[in-house]
């Protein structure tokens, strides 16, 4: 795993104001213009290129590490009605032993809750290594003024979050109002404080490639530390052709601005086989520095259990089935 990465990778130009791509946030005809000067996405071949490196296949000590990296940047999700602090320490202690049997097993890189039971979180995840993340800013809709969502976020930081996973106003950005979806992000990360931020831009109501292209571009511009595909909550969410296309995203804009962005993709990734080709993508697209949960992260429960079945089945020759891993 690559280590050169334990910190934001941004560039002195970045943080002095010099950035190159500074002047298309001056004004929303001007962020418009940018916007629209991107490249249009080739649909077919963006997804002939995703099918492709999908049918990549790894064995024996490349799949060990695989499942292993795979299982350190999980996000352990619970994003219930009916969560409750008992549901929550127990999702806390399984992300820091997955599996009890074996204390090799890798730890996940968060916790991923709603606000009100962040400081629960963080009170079962203390001195762990494991991150406190909350999602906030009315999600899954966003549909709040934006006062509320910044309180959303003081309080989820305030009871001890170390991310905030927030949603873009995704009416807005469809009426083509981009630049109130930047400046909504901008106070946003304000208000984060030293927590990072995932931008989340609900790719199956975007419409287009174009269009999850171009928010993925507002939120590197507004300061986001990760961009993520989905809530969960609809229908489509992370696919490898919508994450290929953040991918290529955060490649381009590191080599403008020397400024490094995560990915998350989140909602439907539930089996090593799926985990294995979104890593595969990252690799190819991205390189090896976003191989590292600094910088990669799948928002998922359910993918954990398996990754644990099939490390135990490299373990012992023996698959074990779900009866040996809890049910969260």
Same mark, same amino acid.
């Given at each position: 795993?690559?280590?050169? =990465? ?10 002095? /104001? ?17 916007? @629209? ?28 590490? =695989? !499942? ?56 079962? $995840?203390? /001195? ?17 003024? $934006? ?11 305030? =009871? ?7 949603? !873009?106003?995704?009416?807005? @950005?469809?009426?083509?109002? @981009? ?19 995932? +931008?989340? @831009?609900?790719?199956?109501? $975007? ?24 809530? /969960? ?27 490094? !962005?995560? +990915? ?16 595969? $993508? ?47």
């Amino acid at each position: 795993m690559p280590t050169s =990465a334990t910190s934001p990778r941004r560039s002195a130009a970045f943080e002095q /104001g010099s950035n190159p791509l500074a002047d298309v946030t001056a004004s929303d005809s001007a962020l418009r213009r940018f916007l @629209f000067g991107l490249p249009g996405v080739d649909a077919v071949g963006l997804e002939a290129r995703a099918a492709s490196l999908g049918t990549r296949s790894i064995k024996t000590t490349a799949k060990a590490y =695989a !499942i292993d990296l795979a299982i350190s940047m999980i996000d352990l999700t619970t994003l219930e009605g009916a969560d409750t602090p008992g549901k929550v320490r127990a999702l806390a202690a399984k992300a820091v032993h997955p599996d009890p049997t074996d204390r090799t097993t890798p730890r996940t890189a968060a916790v991923c809750v709603y606000p009100d039971m962040a400081a629960t979180a963080a009170a079962a $995840l203390a /001195g762990s290594g494991v991150k406190v993340a909350s999602v906030a800013t009315a999600f899954p809709a966003g549909r709040a003024a $934006l006062d509320v969502k910044l309180a959303d976020v003081r309080d989820a930081v305030a =009871a001890g979050a170390d991310e905030i996973d927030m949603v !873009i106003d995704r009416g807005a @950005f469809l009426s083509g109002r @981009f630049l109130q979806v930047y400046e909504e992000i901008v106070a946003v990360k304000a208000e984060c404080g030293a927590a990072r931020l995932k +931008v989340i @831009f609900e790719t199956g109501e $975007l419409s287009t490639y174009d269009n999850i292209r171009r928010a993925s571009w507002i939120g590197m511009l507004a300061g986001a530390d990760f961009i993520k595909t989905s809530t /969960g909550k609809v229908a489509t969410n992370a696919t490898p052709a919508n994450t290929l296309l953040m991918l290529e995203a955060v490649r381009d804009f590191r080599a403008q601005t020397g400024t490094q !962005i995560g +990915v998350k993709p989140a909602g439907g990734i539930r089996t090593t086989k799926d985990a294995v080709k979104f890593l595969v $993508l990252v690799n190819e697209t991205a390189g090896e520095d976003w191989l590292d949960p600094h910088w990669f992260r799948f928002g998922a429960s359910s993918l954990l259990n398996d990754l644990l079945m099939q490390r135990q089945k490299l373990s012992t020759g023996r698959y074990s089935g779900p009866d040996y891993v809890t049910v969260d």
